[in-house]
């Protein structure tokens, strides 16, 4: 089975990772996902490729105790993180997270917070290649 | 030796991925920054996190020790 927290060059399944969950515990009632897709248009203009550059090490670190700190904060059976870095084009898979717990509230929560958390917490930069060039992305709230 | 690390926007405006600086007695991560900052101001005033041997690190005055690897980086922009 693959690691429940990755990040990687290649497209995720969102079936594999849910199904990966589902398995590790049958006490779960509630499964919530989160996944954040490459948009082909921003701040006004056509975006051709979004490139993703990352500390990896620190980041893949950083992944673990988010993950480990969302099912103890959460009280969650599971959770599950991927991201992707390199070249994606629009309409492409980013990331994608799943948290598993006895009830919904839990999972929604958890989930939730674990993809805010990650945008302040992960060393991972992404450039907008448009066809008037390419800029680093100023993070969203 | 110091390794110093640069990622996206900061790689960007440094044009290297990482640098090399003599440790000395009493380096602190701000000295560092400081540093680097006359070589690269663009980077460095970018740089609002910073992370040394890959654990965030918001206290400037954290002396440096030998062969620490400390990243300055922008704001982070994944998921």
């Known amino acids: ?141 | 030796m110091i390794n110093v690390l640069f990622f996206g926007p900061i790689a960007a405006a440094t044009g290297e991925r990482e640098a090399s600086v003599a440790h000395v007695p009493g380096l602190t991560l701000g000295g560092l920054k400081e540093m680097l900052a006359v070589q690269y101001p663009e980077a460095m005033h970018l740089a609002t996190m910073m992370a040394v041997n890959g654990e965030h690190v918001r206290d400037l005055a954290l002396p440096l020790a030998d062969n620490s690897e400390v990243a300055f980086m922008a704001k982070f922009s994944g998921g």
């Open chain 1, 1 to 141: 089975m693959k690691e429940a927290v990755r990040i990687q060059q290649e497209d995720f399944s969102q079936d594999e990772e849910i199904r990966a969950l589902q398995a590790s515990s049958k006490r779960m009632g509630g499964i919530a996902t989160f996944l954040g897709c490459a948009r082909d248009f921003s701040e006004g203009r056509e975006v051709s490729e979004i490139s993703f550059d990352a500390y990896g090490s620190m980041a893949l670190s950083e992944l673990n105790k988010l993950r480990s700190d969302a099912i103890e904060k959460y009280g969650l059976l599971d959770a599950r993180i991927v991201h992707r870095i390199g070249t994606v084009k629009g309409g492409d898979n980013i990331v994608f997270i799943a948290a598993g717990a006895e009830h919904r509230v839990a999972a929604l929560e958890a989930c939730r917070w674990m993809i805010d958390e990650l945008k302040q917490r992960v060393p991972i930069w992404k450039k907008e290649i448009t066809p008037q060039g390419e800029a680093w992305v100023t993070p969203h709230p």
